[in-house]
Nanobody, 126 residues
């Protein structure tokens, strides 16, 4: 099992930036995918971005392409999400997630991830 702890959330004005971190501990897997999801009040949890450990390839939800950047430092067991040009519609609780084994394909569905953090609130004011 992997323990995931997010940090870096907060309140920011539209157009601003935040950097989320996700620290992993336990039975971490450097070749496995890690991802970010978010959930706004009254909405389902949705995919934001993911990065594969084996290739470092990244994949983004359309609305965040060009604004968000996902990265990971396997030596530090930490994943990041740099969020620029934030919009009020980005307001949500952001969760990091990790798969326990290698996955093929997009790896963008919540069911493809095994371990989850507790979430960090991001609020973007207009």
């Amino acid at each position: 099992q992997v323990q995931l702890v997010e940090s870096g959330g907060g309140l920011v004005q539209a157009g601003g930036s935040l950097r989320l971190s996700c620290a992993a501990s336990g039975r971490t897997c450097s070749t496995c995918a890690m991802g970010w999801f978010r959930q706004a009040p009254g909405k389902e949890r949705e995919f934001v971005a993911r990065i594969k450990g084996s290739t470092g390839s990244s994949y983004y939800e359309d609305s965040v392409k060009g604004r968000f950047t996902i990265s990971r430092d396997n030596a530090k067991n930490t994943m990041y999400l740099q969020m620029n040009r934030l919009k009020p519609e980005d307001t949500a609780v952001y969760y990091c997630a990790a798969a326990r084994s290698f996955r093929l394909g997009l790896v963008a569905a919540p069911a493809e991830y095994d371990d989850w953090g507790q979430g960090t609130q991001v609020t973007v004011s207009s």
